[in-house]
C-alpha cells in the first residue's frame, strides 16, 4: 500500500521597486505595484485558473479518490483578492469537494522563524485568521516558508496546536532512512511528512529538461516508479510549487496533460491511494525519531539557508530588519507594521543572492533587480526610511523615568573605571573616553552601551541607533538629543 | 603587429591591451615584430628584453622615432611641437598627419625586408601603414578596432580625416578584431562594415602583474574616496562624474572624490567643480604613474567609470582585480564579460550618486563587491583572447 500526498505551494512577494537613497524621508512607496499586478495575472492566467479547474475535474472523475493539498501565503492570497478573485472562488469550490486539504504558514512567507519566535507566532496566528476568514477552514498542519525546518521550529508547531509539519526530505537529516514513512520530530508528540525529492523535482525541475535520460515523462512511467515504491515505503510526499504547472513548466510541454492522465495511472494499482497531510498522520504511525538541529529548507542544492542568508549583505539586511521588532511592535502604527512585515518576505533575500549569479537560474524567476547589489542597495534605502518612520512614531512614546539613575548594581562600568548611573552621565562620558575604550565597547559584534540602555534603561528607541554608531561623538550628540527629547 | 603604444610607454588602455595580447600570442609560438613609434625621450621600452627572455616564442620590437603617440588630435600634437621648442626633428612636416606619414613609410621599408604570415594593425594611426604593408606583401590584413573617433568624440565634432582613415582601414582589412560586441554594432552602423567580417575579442588582465602592491595613501583617514580614473576627454564622462560628486557631497559630507589622469577636459572639470560649490572635495592629480594609480585604487572606496561610449574599458578589470568596488556604465563594453559589479546608465547622475552612497553607508555591499568582484576576474587572463586571435590567423591562413 502506497498513499501519495500531494502539497502546492502558492506564493508571491509583494516585490519592492527600485528605491533610491533620495527617496529616503520623502517616498513611502516601497513596493512595485504595477509589477507585481501584473505577474500575479500572468501566473494566474498561466496556472491558478487552468491548474485549479484540472484539479476540480480530477477530484469528480475520480469520484473523489484524489486528494491534494495547498499552503498560500498571506501576500499571494491579497494578490489575488485585489486582482485575480476568480482564483479564490475556485479555491472554495476545490475545498468544499471535501478532497483538498489547505495548510498554514507564515502571513509573509517570512523567515521569521529564524530570527524571532515572537513574530514568528504573530505570523502564523494571522495566517490561521485569514484562511479562517477566506475559506472556512481551519489548518491542522504546519509548512514553513520554503520548508525551512529544525527541531525548534517543530515545537514552536506543536505549542501552536500544530498536529504535523511539513519538511524537506534531505538526504543530510535521512542519511539512510527514507522519507517514505511518517517520522515524528524529536521532543514531540506531532508528527512529520518528508518531501520525496527525488519524484517531486523530477515533475518540478525535471519534466521539460530535454537533456534528461527520462524525457519526456510520461503519466504512465511516473506511475510505475509511485507503484516501485510498494513493499519498502507507506507515502510518497510530493510537494512542489504550484507554478510548476504552467509556470514553471510550460502547457506547451504537455505538464498539464501530465497532471490529467497522473491519477488515473497511479490509481490503476489496487494498492495505490490519494491522501491529504491530515489523512496520512490518522492513517500512519511515526516510524522513529528524527532529530534535525540546525535548518534544512527545499532550496537549491543545498538545502539550507544560504539561498536567503548566504552572504553579507544577505545576512546584514535581515539582522537590521529584525533588530527593529520591538520599535515596530511599540510603534502602534499599522501601516508601518504592515510595511516592515512585508519587508521579511523572503523573496527579497533571495534576490540578494550571489551564490548563482553567475550561472543565472531560478534566482532569477520574476526577480525585479538586475543584480544581487541592485536588490541590496534599494532594500536597504527602504529600511532606512521604515527606520526613520519609526523614529516619529516613537518619538512620542518615551518614559521621563528613562533619565533616572538606574539601581547601584545595575550601572555600566566602562573599562576605564568609570562608572556610568544614567543618560547624562553616558554622553558625558561618550565626551572624554578614548576611542580605544569606546572602541573595545562598541564592535561589529556587540555594543555594550546600546544593550545597557535597551536592557537596564529600558529606551529601545536609543539603544537601536547607538547600535550603529561607530563613532563616540556621534554617540554623544545621540545620548543629548535624546535626553532634550525625554526632557520636554 | 602594428601599433601606436607599447608598455612602459603608454598613456591608457591600447598599449596594455597590446601588450597583453603580443605576450599571449608569443606563449602559443606565434612569432611577431611588433612595429610601434616611439617618442623620442621617453625610456625605451625594456619590455622588449622581458618578451624576449621569456624565450617561448619570439617577439621584435621595432622603434620608428616620431613623435607620434595614441590619443592625439593634430591640435595636441602642434602645441607639444611648441612646447618642446623644436626638438622634435619631424622629416614630414610639424603635424600629426606628417607624423602618421612618416610611420606609414617607415612601416613599409620594413614590410620589404621583413618576412611575415599576416599583418595585424591596431586602432587608425596605423590603419594606413598596414595597408601599405599589404599592398607591398600581398598578405592579409587585420584590423583591431580598440576605440573609434564616433567614442573619442561623442559624436560631437567628429574629425573627418580620422573616421575616413578608420572607415578605409576597416573597408581595406580582410578581417576586423573589435573588443567588444557593442563595438562591433557601431562598427556595423557606423563604418558600413558587413557583420561576418568582424570578431571579438575581448581583452583580458593578468592577476599577476598586479600582486605587489604598495599600502594606499591617506587624504583625511575620515574621508572615503571616491575615484575616477582615465583620461579627463569627453569619451569617458568626467563631468558626469563631478555632477554626481555634487549630488553625493550634498548627501554626505564625509567623502572626497578624486580625478586621477590628464585630458582636454581638466580645466571645464575644476571650473564646473567650483560653481558646484564643492572644490574643496574634489582633487585633479593630472598624469599618474603606474605606480601612483595603483595606491590611489587601494586607497578608494569606489571607482567610478561613467565612459558615456567606451569599447570596452580595461580600467574596471584593474579596479575589481585590485579590489575595489566598481560601478561602470552600461555605455561600456567590458560589462559584456563582468557580472560583480554595479551598471548605471552614464547620464544618470542620481543613480550614479545612490551607487556611491550605498557603497559609502552600506559595509556589506562594498566587501561583496570587492570580493566577488575579484574572483570574477582574477582568471581572465590573456591566454583566451590570444587563444582567439591565434585561430583567426590560422582560418585566415588556411592553417
Known sequence: MVSICMYFQLHQPHRLRKYSIFEIGKSRNYFNDPKNEKIVKKVAGKCYIPANQTILDLIHSTDGKFKASFSMSGTILEQLEAHVPEVIESFKNLIKTGCVEILDETYHHSLSSVFNQDEFKEQVGMHRKKIKNMFGFIPQVFRNTELIYSNEIAKLAEDMGYQAVLAEGADKILDWRSSNFVYTPVGTKIKLLLKNHKLSDDIAFRFGDMGWEEYPLTAEKFAQWISAVNGNGEIINLFMDYETFGEHQWEEKGIFNFLKALPSEILKHPDNNFVTPMDAIKKFEPVAELDVPYHTSWADIERDLSAWLGNNMQTQAAEKLYELTPLVTRSNNPELIRDWRNLQTSDHFYYMCTKWFNDGDVHKYFNPFDSPYEAFISFMNILNDVRLRLREANIMATEKKWLNDVPQENMFWIKDGTGIRNMAELSASFRTMANETYKHHATAERNDFANWVKLVVGDEVLATNLQNCKRKIMAAKLVEERIKYLRQ | MLGWEFPPVSRGGLGRACHGLVHGLAKKGAEITFVVPVFPGTKKGKGVKVVSACGV?????????????????????????????????????????????????????????????????????????????????????????????????????????????????????????????????????????????????????????????????????????????????????????????KKVLDYNKDTVFVVAGSGDMTSRLIEQASHLGISDRVFFTGYISDEEIQKLMKSASVLVMPSISEPFGIVALEAMLNRVPLIVSKQSGVVEVINHCMKVDFWDVDEMANKILATLHYDPLGDSLSENGYMDVYNMNWDYPAESCKGIYETMLGL
Not at chain 2, 603635424?95 to 613609410?105: A, D, H, I, P
Not at chain 2, 595585424?120 to 592579409?140: L, Q, R, T
Not at chain 2, 557606423?190 to 592577476?207: F, L, Q, R, S, T
Not at chain 2, 602592491?213 to 575616477?228: A, P, T
Open chain 2, 57 to 245: 616564442g619570439k617577439i621584435k620590437l621595432k622603434e620608428i622615432i616620431s613623435g607620434l603617440s595614441p590619443y592625439e588630435t593634430d591640435e595636441d600634437y602642434k602645441s607639444m611641437l611648441n612646447y618642446k621648442g623644436g626638438n622634435i626633428k619631424s622629416l614630414y612636416g610639424r603635424s600629426l598627419w606628417g607624423e602618421v606619414e612618416r610611420f606609414t613609410k617607415n612601416v613599409a621599408l620594413i614590410a620589404e625586408g621583413e618576412d611575415f604570415d599576416l599583418i595585424h594593425a591596431h586602432d587608425w594611426m596605423a590603419f594606413e601603414a598596414g595597408i601599405k604593408a599589404k599592398e607591398i606583401s600581398g598578405k592579409p590584413l587585420i584590423v583591431q578596432v580598440h576605440s573609434t573617433e564616433i567614442d573619442r568624440t561623442g559624436a560631437n565634432g567628429v574629425n573627418q580625416r580620422v573616421y575616413d582613415t578608420e572607415r578605409r582601414g576597416i573597408h581595406m582589412a580582410d578581417r576586423v578584431i573589435t573588443v567588444s560586441e557593442m563595438e562591433k554594432d557601431r562598427i556595423v552602423h557606423h563604418y558600413g562594415a558587413p557583420k561576418e567580417k568582424i570578431d571579438v575579442v575581448y581583452n583580458a588582465i593578468n592577476a599577476e602583474e598586479h600582486k605587489n602592491f604598495s599600502r594606499g595613501l591617506h587624504i583625511d583617514k575620515h574621508k572615503k574616496i571616491v575615484l575616477f580614473l582615465g583620461r579627463v576627454t569627453i569619451q569617458k564622462g568626467p563631468d558626469y562624474f563631478i555632477d554626481a560628486a
